[in-house]
Each structure stands twice: as structure tokens, then as C-alpha cells.
């Protein structure tokens, strides 16, 4: 999960202004993302039991829930998003931004490399839940702090019609959910 591409499917925005002529103060957004991942090397150390081995380029995939349609579901149970901001002046916001993602290790043929039970090992094998099956099934969970750069790109003549290009900077923390079994030892799942 080194790296991943958000894409924002739906955006619903809600302002509150206190007269037709002035800014919006406060904004909220709610969206639903998909994301794709690189693969990624996943590396285990257990010292007490002789094991330092790596699966070597493990695809990941998210988990949309989308299946049976967008509206068939609660508001929260696909991966969504959403944004608090508010507008300190034209030019600048502030925003919390929340994003709910989810990470699975997809069906493969896994690489196994390094160290298992003290013996030397580098093999292939399938991808099964019982040897190893990682999930951020109930979220990444992505918490953010952003300052907002608002640059003007189109306005008409009366504006009724504006184009801003947002860019944001942030920082943050992660809070997941991880539940996993590897080589047929299940964690107990926790944030």
C-alpha cells in the first residue's frame, strides 16, 4: 500500500452562506473512490520462530462493494470519503478529510522467499486464505488535515459559472483495521 491512485466516482457538496452575494463559509463532501495499488513485497520476521521471509510482488486490490449496485447498500459500506472545509477567504480553506479504503491481497501465485522455520526457502505456490490472506476489510482509514489553494480558471461575466483548480496539501494519520492470516496463523482483528 506504498502508493495508491484516488479516483472520486460521486461528489455531493453542500455550502452555508449567509447571503446570495458572499462566500460559502462552510462546505461538506461526500464521495465513494476506488483505488488501484502497486505490488508489493510483504515481510514477515518472527524471530522466536526462525522465520524472516518475504512474499515477493503480492498484488492488492480494493474492495469496492459496488456488485449489486451503489444503492443497494448504507451510505458507509463501500469505500467512501468525505471532506469538512472551511473557506477562509477566496483564495484559502481549511478542510478535515476522511477517506475509508480498503486493501486485499488477490488470488495469485505467491513468490516466497527468505527464511521459514529456520530452513531456507524460495518456492511458488497458490494464494490461499489459509497461508495468506491480509485485509484492511473495514478500512485504511485515512485522516487529514488539508490547507486549500484555490486558483480561479474560467468565471462568466455574471458569475453563475466559476472553475477553481483545488490543490491541497495535508498531513495526517493512518487508523486500520487489519485482519490477516499468514502460513495458517490468524491476528486477532482490531483497529
Known sequence: ???????????????????????PRFYFSWG???????????????NDLQNKYTFVKVKGVDKTGWSDGIFNKDL?????????GYNINK????ELNFDH?????AEQTLHMSGTYGGRMVD???????????YELNNGANFFLFNM?????????????VNVKLLLKGGAGFVYPHVENTIMGQSNKPHF
Not at 465513494?32 to 520476521?45: F, L, M
Not at 479504503?101 to 491481497?105: D, H, I, P, R, S
Not at 486549500?148 to 453563475?160: A, M, N, P, S, T
Open 101 to 105: 479504503t480498503k486493501y486485499q491481497v
Open 76 to 84: 458507509t459500506i463501500p469505500q467512501y470519503n468525505y471532506r469538512l
Open 123 to 133: 518456492s511458488s505456490f497458490a494464494q490461499t486464505r489459509n497461508n495468506l490472506s
Open 1 to 23: 500500500m506504498k502508493k495508491y491512485l484516488f479516483l472520486l466516482f460521486i461528489l455531493i457538496q453542500f455550502t452555508i452562506t449567509s447571503a446570495r452575494d458572499t462566500m
Open 91 to 94: 483564495k484559502w480553506a481549511f
Open 148 to 160: 486549500v489553494r484555490k486558483i480561479d480558471l474560467y468565471k462568466d461575466i455574471k458569475e453563475r
Open 32 to 46: 465513494y473512490n476506488k483505488e488501484w495499488y502497486a505490488n508489493n513485497n510483504i515481510r514477515i520476521t518472527q
